[in-house]
């Protein structure tokens, strides 16, 4: 389904911890990232990638252009001053951030029109999508386009439920029919199958905060269908509820020691990563 079977879409770069494993595969990677000193870095990082077009950073905000009111082709950024990955530019979240203990700095970056961006660049293989607050934007972008991604990952809602129920409509709207939930606090145990794997077998070792597998790489019996898929975030949510970042326990050590162990025995807790396989994929 999908135009380039050798690009990846890094949406949401942060340190490049993805990056670097698409790159090291040997993928094409088209990186989006709006705080300007990670983009600096990455591009330090991988100044060889750059040099040889094996990888492009676009640097700038990622928002939805259709509604959006301003005339400048600037945008207020949140930039956390204590958890860079935590950077957005949704003052709700930002807010929420602050609560968390975890204050911003408010700068100005670029303004990205993601449908742009895929107009220019192609529709990727894989597109992995974790910008805090804006992963919707970037599938409703699909839209304009026959053409889709064979694999997409969104970092998957965890405060409202209705918003949970939005982004699998949206999947189902462009085609998605099989999905997988990935905890992403459990990411550093997982290990690259040796047979059929995406690219080259790395024996890569995953970073606390990368994505992870993705694609054929992930164990073929686990896609399942949207509603078992929901079925399954309903009692994630339930966990949320009692011991998620909002939840009165949390605010007390005990809460937090508590939601740490049931989140190791159980796995209900953490941050999930929604994958997607297209319809029209056979594998």
Same mark, same amino acid.
Not at 73 to 84: A, E, G, H, Q, V
Not at 232 to 239: C, D, L, N, R
């Given at each position: 389904?999908?135009?380039?079977?050798?690009?990846?879409?890094?949406?949401?770069?942060?340190?490049?911890?993805?990056?670097?494993?698409?790159?090291?595969?040997?993928?094409?990677?088209?990186?989006?990232?709006?705080?300007?000193?990670?983009?600096?870095?990455?591009?330090?990082?991988?100044? *060889? &990638?750059?040099?040889?077009?094996?990888?492009?950073?676009?640097?700038?905000?990622? +928002?939805?252009?259709?509604?959006?009111? =301003?005339?400048?082709?600037?945008?207020?950024?949140?930039?956390?001053?204590?958890?860079?990955?935590?950077?957005?530019?949704? *003052?709700?979240?930002?807010?929420?951030?602050?609560?968390?203990?975890?204050?911003? &700095?408010?700068?100005?970056? @670029?303004?990205?029109?993601?449908?742009?961006?895929?107009?220019?660049?192609? +529709?990727?293989?894989?597109?992995?999508?974790? +910008?805090?607050?804006?992963?919707?934007?970037?599938?409703?972008?699909?839209?304009?386009?026959?053409?889709?991604?064979?694999? $997409?990952?969104? *970092?998957? &809602?965890?405060?409202?439920?209705?918003?949970?129920? &939005?982004?699998?409509?949206?999947?189902?709207?462009?085609?998605?029919? @099989?999905?997988?939930?990935?905890?992403?606090?459990?990411?550093?145990?997982?290990? *690259?199958?040796?047979?059929?794997?995406?690219?080259?077998?790395?024996?890569?070792?995953?970073?606390?905060?990368?994505?992870?597998?993705?694609?054929?790489?992930?164990?073929?019996?686990?896609?399942?269908?949207?509603?078992?898929? $929901?079925?399954?975030?309903?009692?994630?949510?339930?966990?949320?509820?009692?011991?998620?970042?909002? @939840?009165?326990?949390?605010?007390? $050590?005990? =809460?937090?020691?508590? =939601?740490?162990?049931?989140?190791?025995?159980?796995?209900?807790? =953490?941050?999930?990563?929604?994958?997607?396989?297209?319809?029209?994929?056979?594998?």
């Amino acid at each position: 389904m999908s135009e380039l079977k050798n690009l990846i879409f890094d949406v949401g770069m942060h340190k490049g911890e993805d990056t670097d494993f698409y790159l090291k595969k040997g993928f094409k990677v088209v990186s989006f990232e709006a705080d300007p000193d990670l983009a600096t870095l990455c591009r330090e990082r991988f100044q *060889e &990638e750059v040099k040889t077009d094996q990888l492009t950073i676009v640097e700038g905000a990622i +928002i939805d252009i259709k509604n959006h009111k =301003g005339s400048s082709d600037k945008i207020k950024f949140f930039k956390n001053k204590k958890t860079s990955v935590w950077g957005t530019v949704v *003052e709700d979240w930002a807010d929420r951030n602050t609560k968390l203990g975890s204050d911003s &700095e408010v700068i100005e970056v @670029s303004i990205i029109d993601f449908s742009e961006s895929l107009k220019q660049f192609g +529709i990727p293989y894989y597109l992995k999508i974790d +910008i805090e607050g804006m992963d919707v934007i970037c599938l409703n972008a699909l839209l304009d386009y026959v053409k889709r991604p064979d694999y $997409i990952s969104i *970092e998957s &809602e965890k405060v409202s439920f209705d918003n949970l129920l &939005e982004e699998f409509r949206i999947f189902k709207e462009l085609g998605y029919g @099989s999905f997988q939930m990935i905890n992403q606090s459990k990411i550093s145990s997982f290990k *690259e199958p040796r047979a059929k794997t995406e690219g080259k077998f790395l024996n890569y070792k995953f970073q606390h905060g990368s994505t992870g597998l993705f694609g054929t790489d992930l164990k073929n019996n686990r896609w399942q269908s949207s509603e078992k898929s $929901i079925k399954q975030y309903k009692k994630i949510f339930k966990g949320y509820k009692y011991f998620g970042d909002d @939840s009165r326990l949390n605010k007390y $050590i005990h =809460g937090r020691i508590l =939601g740490k162990l049931l989140n190791k025995l159980f796995g209900l807790l =953490g941050w999930y990563d929604t994958h997607a396989k297209h319809s029209s994929v056979k594998t």
